[in-house]
């Protein structure tokens, strides 16, 4: 499956019926965390033994193409990494899959170059586990 077709959305509550969809996304994280591998040997144990802890889902950055008008995707995050409030996101695949998490958002804009677009990078520092929602065929 290609990754074309991904959509990154989210709500501007936790009660609001539908997430909006932000426009411009380029390249997405990738989704799951490493556990922390835990040593809990025993004594009387012949090797170490260790369980799984709490995960950890590292950098989530999405970025996305720069474009600053009044309803873009970069004035929607900017204004909700101001707000430093937590909002519940949802990533779309392709195959309908669907990835929701409650997050705090950062924006920074990407340097530039000759003959270079202009990004920006919305980093989530995530506020939940990840939910997989599955298709439903």
């Not at 989210?10 to 556990?35: I, Q």
């Amino acid at each position: 499956m290609l990754a074309n077709g991904i959509k990154l959305g989210y709500k501007e509550t936790a009660e609001a019926a539908d997430f909006t969809d932000l426009t411009g996304l380029k390249e997405v994280p990738e989704l799951g965390s490493d556990p922390e591998k835990v040593d809990n040997t025993d004594l009387a144990a012949d090797v170490k033994q260790y369980e799984m802890g709490i995960g950890d889902a590292g950098d989530m950055e999405y970025k996305f193409k720069y474009v600053n008008t009044a309803n873009s995707s970069y004035r929607k995050l900017r204004t909700a990494a101001d707000s430093k409030k937590v909002y519940p996101f949802q990533q779309t695949m392709p195959d309908g899959t669907k990835y929701q998490f409650d997050a705090q958002v950062n924006v920074k804009v990407g340097g530039g170059g000759v003959n270079a677009a202009i990004e920006f990078t919305a980093s989530m520092a995530l506020q939940s586990k990840i939910t997989v929602v599955d298709p439903t065929e």
